[in-house]
């Protein structure tokens, strides 16, 4: 696991730099990244983005039956929520989703109990409510939809892969999310990630961007040229940071 003080500096960043960091270390194609194949929706954007290690857990709220033993399953999920090392992430499948939404697992009073046992926020597929509330308690939400009800909401199955917009999730893994969407950080890449993510942003800054910001009053033939060098010197500057930490 990261020390705590490298999971507030990827904090920082919003989920596409982290993004950028990982691309510029990581020995996978870049289509194998684990993220979101479909469209989030962030309903607390103001609270920045969010990181944490994944809890994970399923629910059905239109079965009574699970409901029957709700007393019990509440405390067992709740006992395995604390069990697991923070900051957290509960990632929620919500197995009426997409079509059968009809109630929510979150709101007030799930997200002040969740936040006292260590967790930052959650991504679900299916719905939440009372979302001053959950803002209130310091909760940030990636769901699918707003609902007003919770139906026979009680945990399912808990600490068992799970897919969420059409990603699957592990317990355990190491989760970054924003208003963009969310990105899962293999083990194995994340030991240079705060130092690629602070590189690449700055060599955004010093090349590419850069070259962008110069261009008042020059024509559009120079303009071109800039680009092209900034874009050149970009990709030397990415390689070099490859070779300083033995990655080719």
């Known amino acids: 696991m990261l020390d705590y003080s490298d999971l507030l500096k990827l904090k920082r960043w919003n989920t596409p730099t982290i993004y950028n960091g990982w691309e510029a270390i990581t020995a996978k194609d870049r289509l194998e990244v684990k993220c979101n194949r479909s469209e989030t929706r962030d309903f607390m954007p103001q609270m920045g983005s969010m990181i944490g290690y994944a809890v994970t857990v399923t629910f059905e709220p239109s079965c009574k039956e699970h409901h029957k033993d709700g007393m019990r399953r509440w405390s067992e999920y709740r006992h395995y929520v604390a069990s697991v090392p923070g900051p957290k992430i509960v990632v929620l499948q919500d197995l009426d989703a997409p079509d059968n939404i009809i109630g929510s697992f979150w709101g007030e009073v799930c997200s002040n109990m969740h936040r006292a046992l260590g967790c930052v926020g959650t991504i679900t597929d299916g719905a939440i409510r009372d979302v001053d509330e959950m803002t209130n308690a310091g909760f940030k939400a990636l769901a699918r939809r707003l609902c007003v009800g919770h139906a026979y909401s009680v945990p399912v199955t808990w600490g068992v892969p799970v897919e969420v917009f059409g990603c699957q999730i592990k317990p355990g893994e190491l989760i970054h999310a924003d208003k963009h969407g969310f990105l899962v950080l293999p083990e194995e890449d994340q030991q240079h990630l705060v130092e690629a993510a602070s590189y690449m942003d700055e060599n ?45």
């Open 204 to 248: 955004e800054c010093l090349t590419t961007i850069g070259a962008a910001r110069r261009s008042a009053g020059k024509s559009y033939e120079q303009i071109l040229k800039d680009l092209d060098d900034a874009n050149k010197t970009f990709a030397e500057n990415t390689q070099s940071f490859r070779k300083r930490l033995g990655l080719v």
